[in-house]
Nanobody
């Protein structure tokens, strides 16, 4: 049984930082690209970042230069370090597992999802 469990969300002021974690179990973590997505109220789920199995990283333009994705295969965990947070970053953040090297910008291509963690940035 595959489980992805996010943690680290919370409420911060504009300019603050948070570090999200996603612990995976029940899968061979190193075989999966890991993605972060977010969904704000009334909006579609959108791509944030990908860490490929080869540790290549990709970012949405809106977070490039502010967010850093990393992974620790020994701990079966992927992280999202978020800095210089803005109110428009407010959303539920989800991690997802993609069986394959590169991942995808589309949430429909991912096999497994976590339950999400709320990030709220106030001005």
């Amino acid at each position: 049984q595959v489980q992805l469990v996010e943690s680290g969300g919370g409420s911060v002021q504009t300019g603050g930082s948070l570090r999200l974690s996603c612990a995976a179990s029940g899968l061979t973590f190193s075989n999966y690209a890991m993605g972060w997505f977010r969904q704000a109220p009334g909006k579609e789920r959108e791509f944030v970042s990908i860490s490929s199995t080869g540790r290549s990283t990709y970012y949405a333009a809106s977070v490039q230069g502010r967010f850093i994705i990393s992974r620790d295969n020994a701990k079966n965990t992927v992280y999202l370090q978020m800095t210089s947070l803005k109110p428009e970053d407010t959303a539920v953040y989800f991690c997802a597992a993609y069986e394959g090297y590169s991942g995808s910008y589309s949430p429909y291509d991912y096999s497994y999802w976590g339950q999400g963690t709320q990030v709220t940035v106030s001005s």
